[in-house]
């Protein structure tokens, strides 16, 4: 028996009105209500989720992400708070699920990137968040130091928790805007990690994302080589085109070379977070 139909039978809805997928972040569970309205229907349906999985502490409903830094739209249902620690691959990531948005669809980008990484490099992370690639990088690669800039101060004094968390040295934690800091990091890097995307809507109602304005900081703070992995998002009827004239036109001046593009996820109808690996020579 599906587990949509068990929760159908513990509570009594249609399961044809029931959450169709969710996602377990530590001990908390997230899920999305399509077609329930009703808060208490709402609250049956968390309190029937922790019946039937016990190791869940807290059942929240997210109804998706707000603003600049990506904060979670989250309203618990049932259970304990919302702070958590979540587990993947060795790493272990502090974060409370309310303030922190949390992507385990990246989860086989940040194994990717490990094994790029050439020993002895230094790396920024221009948004490192709580560190999803910065902690992975110090503990598996033999990348020399890692700078993790952040500009949200709830994500970053998690990041610093982090870090302790798993034991890790060779992460220093800045707290800022990585436009704002560029002269003092200016050739600095071997490689860059552009892992963020501030999605924002057109009038159209179509969905455009800007991290290709950071470019330019970028490859300020690249040595004479190196190379950036840029993460934005596109319409699929702009892939790949409009990336690879965003970057040439960064770019100009500079030789460069596209070494990869992959789609890492579909974040809405014909729109995808992708990733471009970037070597570029100064």
Known sequence: MSFKQKLSEKTGIDKKLLPSSYQIIG??????FMKIKSIKQKKKVASAIMKLLPYVK???????????????????????????IHKEHGILYKLD???????????????????????G???????????YFSLGLAKFSK??????????PVAFNYLKDNIKLNKIKNIEPIL??????????????????????????????ASVSSTDKFLPYAIK?????????????????????????????????????????????????????????IAIYK
């Open 121 to 131: 490099e230094i790396i920024i992370d221009m948004f490192a968040g709580i560190g």
């Open 221 to 277: 703070i690249l040595k004479k080589r190196g190379i950036i992995h840029f993460h934005n998002t596109y319409k699929e009827n702009e892939l790949w085109q409009k990336p690879i004239n965003e970057i040439k036109m960064a770019c100009h001046g500079f030789t460069y070379k596209i070494l990869e593009k992959k789609k890492v996820k579909s974040i809405a109808p014909r729109t995808w977070h992708v990733v471009m690996d």
């Open 97 to 119: 699920v309310s303030k922190i948005m949390f992507s385990k669809g990246n989860l086989n980008e940040r194994q990717r990137l490990i094994t790029k990484i050439n020993p």
């Open 176 to 205: 800022g805007d990585n436009r704002e800091i560029t002269e003092k990091l200016r050739s600095k890097a071997d490689r860059i990690i552009m892992g963020y995307f501030e999605t924002k809507r057109r009038t159209s109602g």
């Open 143 to 152: 990348a020399k130091k890692i700078m993790a800039i952040e500009k949200n």
């Open 27 to 32: 001990d908390v569970l997230l899920l999305k």
């Open 58 to 84: 807290t059942v929240c409903e997210i109804s998706g992400v707000e603003k600049e830094f990506r904060t979670p739209k989250v309203k618990k249902l049932a259970g304990n708070g919302t702070e958590t």
